[in-house]
């Protein structure tokens, strides 16, 4: 059995020894991103620990003949979405579609009127639904979530997305994303990096948008699935969704969810909460060159503060291990210069 | 709700109207792909029908401005592996994996010797074995497949292929690989199209080598699954393989497993027997430009013969439909100079 091998954090020694190789380099030569700390690729970051903690590790996986040098192909990076990449308070987004999914749906079902969890969110009794716990939730999901095709699902996504608007800053969700996370997945893909999201929300609540939004393709979206089954229809190939939870990619599913759909250790892990701990672990403690970094939400005028009491986006058991393990953690109110791209 | 549509073929017409957009068309200018048919990336591909039904497909598609251009982004074609890009005959190479480690893992278990069915397996009764059934063969799997981490088990399947041989070429199976179907996946890669395998096959047995011997990456490879379980050991995360089933990607669970991994319709699907059938639908009939091919084993001295009757890859009922729906079938006499890479 091998030793187990924390992160490998930078190494000046060895980083030095790598760079004797080339004792003469011209400026054509010289590893260009070992300047990235120099280069603007991370405007909406300020200058910092966590900046530097970003630019340091790309530098070193990238650098040719280096001695943390990571092959393109395994340059792994694995993001979190609710509150990692987007919002996530008052309510998972997905949680907000799901109830105004209910209330498009009501004309045809009169007896939710009457029948709990239905009857609170119609009612928009918020407290009574919060109180209403996990099983609740479960069904109101399942509800909203199945009983069409994959294609019909998506339609009803997109077509939502494009009218819903977040109640504090009155704009579509996929405004609400956090301008300087968007950076940083595209100066990672930059670098030769394959960005995934691994996320808790639904797969397909995701997919729809987030090759726009992002730049994650479908195929890169690793997320939590219901059920769905193959049928001819008309002469027509349908999947149909089922009200059966297939996988739920949170905590320690999300290394399952990883290896499922990845097949690859990440090198990056980029996390907000407890339901990130394991994939932070997964990602930071194989050996080798890694980055593991927690997005701290200390904003509250810009966007919200919360972690270790929160209902949704709870940030505890992984901020102690934050510490222990060397990740960086990003400090929204100092590190970033911008949360939202809209922001003057 | 919309009509079904059938895979759109060649429109002879819609191609010269589109054609007719570039009036005179400078040989720079003049799409490559059109001239696919002359050009030598499938030397191993006789000319004829099939062929021509494959290069005809990739000039439609990656036509800019033809009217059945596909943007680079949805051209994703899958690839069943056993029997489609490497021999499954006279069974598929997992199963003969499967009874090399009963054999490996025998000093261990003594009781073996009298319990079938690995008594059959130890003793080389093969005839015992295949009328043992299915329950028996998943025993086989179960034992073979779990109990270890991910990590432990990618270096078992290294090291088995590094020393198997089939019994009637003496070749490891990584050479028994068909020389025109990896033609084929490099032929659609070097026009834009994402390759993935999509098999029966174990997802995790695959992964070690697709890589290196289809440059099909481990996020590309899509099959059946175990459970797995995160946990961590001395310190160290790992992923321990359960002897449950998660999910068969067969039949009725492939387009299921397409939809979860890919998350995008295929416009392309290469199969060669029933296990594919439903795979072939769902990429042929959504609609829009595709390619559906089916490989037919119809060559006994070089390889092998059989379909309808065959216990490992039975080609029966998508032969039928493959008729109807216009799917190309590639007859491996006919339609293949070369087998393998190896043939003079």
Redesign the interface.
């Known amino acids: 059995?091998t030793t187990?091998?924390a992160c490998s954090h930078l190494n000046r020694r060895r980083l030095l020894l790598g760079l004797a190789l080339f004792p003469v380099l011209s400026p054509a030569l010289r590893p260009a991103s070992l300047l990235a700390q120099t280069d603007d690729s991370l405007p909406s970051w300020n200058d910092g620990a966590t900046k530097q903690a970003i630019t340091t590790f790309v530098a070193r996986v990238t650098t040719q003949g280096g001695p943390d040098f990571v092959p393109v192909?395994q340059r792994?990076a694995v993001f979190d979405n609710d509150g990692t990449l987007w919002i996530e308070q008052p309510m998972y987004v997905q949680l907000a579609f799901a109830l105004d999914r209910v209330k498009a749906m009501a004309p045809l079902h009169p007896e939710w009127k009457d029948q709990q969890p239905f009857k609170a969110v119609l009612e928009g009794d918020m407290k009574t639904l919060a109180e209403s716990g996990e099983r609740a939730l479960v069904q109101l999901i399942m509800v909203t979530h199945s009983g069409m095709t994959?294609e019909e699902f998506t339609n009803i996504v997109t077509e939502w997305l494009v009218t819903a608007r977040d109640a504090r800053f009155r704009r579509p969700y996929t405004e609400l994303i956090y301008q300087p996370m968007l950076e940083l997945l595209r100066y990672l893909r930059a670098n030769g990096f394959?960005t995934f999201i691994v996320s808790g929300g639904g797969?397909?609540f995701m997919?729809p948008w987030t090759?726009r939004i992002y730049g994650v393709?479908?195929?890169?979206?690793v997320g939590s699935?219901i059920k769905?089954?193959?049928e001819?229809r008309?002469?027509?190939?349908v999947?149909f969704r089922l009200p059966e939870v297939?996988f739920i990619d949170d905590k320690?599913?999300k290394?399952?969810g990883i290896?499922?759909?990845?097949?690859?250790r990440p090198i990056a892990a980029f996390g907000n909460s407890d339901g990130d701990l394991?994939m932070l672990?997964?990602a930071t403690?194989?050996g080798g060159p890694c980055l593991g970094l927690i997005v701290h939400h200390t904003d509250a005028e810009r966007e919200y503060a919360y972690d270790r009491q929160s209902h949704f986006g709870k940030l505890d058991a992984a901020l102690d291990i934050a510490a222990l393990n060397k990740w960086s953690v990003a400090d929204m109110k100092h590190d970033w210069k911008k949360v939202f791209a809209f922001e003057a």
């Open positions: 059995m187990p091998r192909e792994i994959t394959k797969v397909e997919r090759e393709g479908p195929d890169q979206v699935s769905t089954k193959f001819m008309d002469g027509r190939p999947l297939n320690a599913g290394p399952v290896n499922e759909h990845i097949g690859r394991q672990q997964w403690m194989g």
